[in-house]
């Protein structure tokens, strides 16, 4: 009887879980479902609750009220903008558990744990441990506690694969005899430590794909746990969350016309580019503009497109980015918003900023569907976005990142880029959109400029 | 593989395919709630946890399942909480009256 109570509430968190993500296909209809789906997990706690297996209650209280309070307070008080760091605490925190799950497991079965058993508990742990310093280094370079950029040295790519090579040896060893449990936790520890050599070649730009792959890896140790303890809720709700970060993943790379094999191996950024990459400069001037002249342009434009990037992130200039919208719109002119996959450090980054400063999301379009406008549009406002802006990811085939999916900004009939100085972009690589005959640039902090000019368009 | 061990393997793969239908419909603009949710459903490691704090097997597996019931609970409880917050920025155009 208590077999089927569990069975049933796993069966009912399993399907919330599906609706529940389905439900995120649509803006309108996601609240409930996601509410639906925490349902889902209820049952789930409390179908466990009731088995017969648990007798005693005081760790699992602590550990529950303790869990609850931080993770209350980290939903509550925690600022959008660290949005990118808390998703890669959370990879980090779920993999803890899966991870833990598997340790004991192997701690209480030893040696009598079985060949197939042996072959999950592996991978639980591998995957786990990796994602767990893995996203606590991802962690380290989103709160900048460590040096953004990459991290190379030589045979750097040598020496991880060849740790790999022997934590799979290991693994392969363990499903052999699984005895030796020095073997087991040196293979843990060697997981660990490849985990925070995977993230230290990785720059900032390059995190959408990095948290997209560990948020894969966390799901499959998920899933891992669930083949041992034969767990289907376990199973489904790890592939779930598996396919999810690895969709993403493919979707992140793809924007940046890279494999997961350059992602990860290919440390970008770190090797300055050799001669002929970059488009010469020479002979060639920016002409800059003064917050008032900017302010007339923008303010009478009759159709804007805004290019938010990183650097509005980094001013959080979200909103006055708005109030500058809601000018424009009360003069008669029509606003919208180019949002490129990578642009920020995270799938969806600049969404979420915009969606915090009250902007209504009809007026955020995905690259596809906003790149045919540009042709038409009066002004393209940059904020703060350098690479996925650059021409000559579709000209310049000696460029590092040619091919990469681009915004047609250099389309517009007038482009005005915000910038903090004319220090090249991320991929350092010159931009030569911001040498072309319609473009104007306005320095300074994202924010303050942006300040400037709602003052002046306020006056006009 | 026992019989128990392809009925798993079936399980993971089909809720894979079906997880890959359904998040591929998630439009770009919701990509980091879909982050943060598949975080949150991925605390379901916490059913696992509790069956190892609570069951009894000695000191070490249930200070260690305790702490992962703590860990779990954080990605249950943030992750859906910190969902729904996100979900809730997200609105449409006001028409003004």
């Known amino acids: 009887m208590r077999e089927l109570v569990t069975q049933a509430a796993y069966l009912a968190a399993s399907l919330l879980f599906i609706l529940g993500l389905r439900s995120l296909s649509s803006p309108a209809k996601a609240r409930r479902g996601m509410q639906q789906a925490a349902l889902g997990m209820l049952l789930a706690v409390v179908g466990t609750l009731v088995q017969q297996e648990i007798v005693r209650y005081e760790w699992i209280a602590g550990g529950m009220a303790v869990g609850a309070i931080i993770g209350a307070a980290m939903a509550i008080y925690m600022p959008m903008t660290a949005m990118p760091q808390r998703i890669a605490v959370s990879h980090s925190l779920g993999a803890v558990a899966a991870t833990?799950?598997?340790?004991?497991?192997?701690?209480?079965?030893?040696a009598d744990v079985g060949r197939g058993k042996m072959v999950v508990l592996g991978f639980e742990v591998l995957f786990g441990a990796l994602t767990v310093t893995g996203s606590l280094m991802a962690f380290g370079k989103l709160q900048e506690l460590l040096p953004t950029r990459p991290i190379t040295y030589r045979f750097q790519n040598f020496l991880n694969l060849t740790l790999f090579a022997v934590?799979?040896?290991?693994?392969?060893?363990?499903?052999?005899?699984?005895?030796?449990s020095i073997v087991f936790y040196t293979m843990l520890a060697l997981g660990g430590t490849l985990g925070v050599l995977m993230v230290l070649p990785i720059g900032g730009a390059d995190m959408p794909v990095v948290l997209s792959l560990l948020n894969s890896y966390?799901?499959?140790?998920?899933?891992?746990?669930?083949f041992a303890l034969n767990n289907n809720v376990l199973i489904i709700a790890g592939a779930l969350d598996g396919t999810s970060g690895f969709l993403l993943s493919m979707l992140m790379s793809k924007a940046m016309n890279r494999s997961f094999a350059n992602v990860l191996f290919g440390a970008f950024g770190a090797v300055p580019s050799g001669g002929g990459a970059a488009t010469s400069v020479a002979g060639l001037t920016v002409r800059s503009l003064s917050a008032e002249d900017a302010a007339a342009q923008i303010a009478y434009a009759r159709s804007l497109i805004i290019v938010p990037g990183y650097g509005m992130a980094v001013a959080q200039a979200q909103r006055e980015v708005r109030e500058l919208a809601d000018i424009v719109t009360k003069k008669g002119g029509d606003v919208k918003y180019a949002i490129h996959p990578v642009a920020g450090r995270m799938p969806g980054h600049m969404n979420v900023?915009?969606?915090?400063?009250?902007?209504?999301?009809?007026?955020?379009?995905?690259?596809?569907?906003?790149n045919d406008h540009f042709e038409r549009t009066d002004v393209a406002l940059v904020v703060g976005a350098n690479d996925v802006v650059n021409p000559a990811a579709r000209n310049d085939r000696?460029?590092?990142?040619?091919?990469?999916p681009i915004l047609n900004v250099d389309r517009a009939k007038s482009v005005i880029v915000l910038k903090r100085s004319m220090n090249p972009g991320f991929a350092g690589i010159?931009?030569?959109?911001f040498y072309k005959a319609q473009t104007t640039m306005v320095f300074g902090d994202a924010r303050a400029t942006i300040k400037l000019l709602v003052q002046a368009a306020k006056e006009l | 593989m026992t019989a128990?061990?392809?009925?798993?393997?079936?399980?993971?793969?089909?809720?894979?395919?079906?997880?890959?239908?359904?998040?591929?419909?998630?439009p770009p603009l919701l990509h980091t709630p879909l982050m943060s949710a598949t975080n949150a459903i991925s605390g379901i490691s916490l059913v696992g946890s509790l069956v190892a704090a609570g069951s009894d097997h000695g000191t070490v597996s249930t200070v260690l399942g305790g702490i992962a019931v703590m860990a779990a609970?954080?990605?249950?409880?943030?992750?859906?909480?910190?969902?729904?917050?996100?979900?809730?920025?997200?609105?449409?155009?006001?028409?003004?009256?």
């Open chain 1, 100 to 110: 833990l799950v598997g340790v004991i497991e192997y701690y209480r079965h030893g």
């Open chain 1, 167 to 180: 934590a799979i040896g290991l693994f392969g060893w363990l499903i052999y005899d699984a005895s030796s």
């Open chain 1, 218 to 226: 966390a799901g499959l140790a998920s899933a891992a746990t669930g």
């Open chain 1, 353 to 370: 900023l915009l969606a915090e400063a009250d902007v209504p999301y009809e007026q955020l379009y995905d690259m596809d569907a906003i």
């Open chain 1, 398 to 404: 000696g460029s590092p990142i040619y091919g990469m």
């Open chain 1, 430 to 433: 010159e931009n030569e959109l």
């Open chain 2, 4 to 26: 128990t061990e392809y009925i798993q393997l079936y399980v993971f793969m089909l809720a894979g395919v079906v997880g890959y239908q359904v998040i591929s419909r998630v």
């Open chain 2, 73 to 97: 609970t954080i990605n249950v409880v943030g992750g859906f909480m910190i969902t729904d917050r996100m979900l809730k920025m997200f609105k449409r155009e006001t028409r003004k009256p």
